[in-house]
């Protein structure tokens, strides 16, 4: 079945350490996102990337670094520099342009600092 | 800049009410509208798609509307049961730049 794998499910981070969250899709989708969700609050946009080798930043982009090297993958960084990073981080993918395709999301990774 | 928002911001039923939920947005420039489902520490699960062309899907007990012109979308819940309980979130796919942008969702829960 297609869909969107995100790994790992915890991640504990100690503080001044990177930590990369994978994300993986086989939908043949050409975008893919990376959304932050805390308690009480909406989705935000993190980055989000329309094509291999190209990406965007979104709302919240300080502290995160990306790549896209190939369709199927998305990984996300969370550097030092991120200093309020414990969260759950959700990935999703999309066709571009097209009213008739919706968001896929990936089942998320909740990132804890220690 | 488009914002959404979803009121209530939650709701308590008893199980067998029929529900509407009320999503706004402030741009009518959007490919598409989702409705989405989530369970406490679960990612987004994808209730219905409305495309903008669109006036209303229907999946089951869940129908959603959509009047671009106004800004407005509701999720109406047919005979609601305790499985139901969660958190139901909007969200709009904006023209061009294919963003999400998500309002903060209406947590529900059903009563037996």
């Known amino acids: 079945d297609g869909g969107i794998t995100q790994s790992p499910k915890y991640l504990f981070r100690k503080e001044g350490q990177n930590v990369t969250l994978s994300c993986e899709q086989n939908l043949n989708h050409d975008a893919m996102y990376w959304y932050r969700q805390d308690p009480g609050q909406g989705l935000r946009l993190i980055y989000y990337s329309q094509i291999v080798n190209d990406f965007q930043k979104g709302d919240i982009a300080e502290g995160y670094s990306v790549s896209r090297e190939k369709k199927e993958s998305f990984p996300l960084t969370v550097t030092s520099a991120q200093k309020n990073p414990t969260a759950f981080y959700l990935c999703?993918?999309?066709?571009?342009?097209?009213?008739?395709?919706?968001?896929?999301f990936g089942s998320g990774t909740r990132l804890t600092v220690v | 800049k488009q914002e959404v928002t979803q009121i209530p911001a939650a709701l308590s039923v008893p199980e067998g009410e029929n529900l509407v939920l009320n999503c706004s947005f402030t741009d009518s420039a959007i490919y598409n509208l989702q409705w989405f489902r989530q369970d406490p520490g679960k990612g987004l699960t994808s209730l219905l798609l409305?495309?903008?062309?669109?006036r209303e899907q229907t999946s089951g007990r869940l129908n959603a509307s959509l009047d671009k012109s106004s800004g407005r979308s509701t999720l109406y819940i047919a005979a609601s049961q305790p499985g139901d309980s969660a958190t139901y979130l909007c969200a709009v796919k904006v023209i061009d730049t294919d963003k999400l942008i998500f309002g903060t969702g209406t947590r529900l829960q059903v009563f037996p």
């Open positions: 999703a993918s999309s066709v571009q342009g097209r009213a008739n395709y919706g968001y896929t």
């Open positions: 409305i495309q903008s062309s669109q």
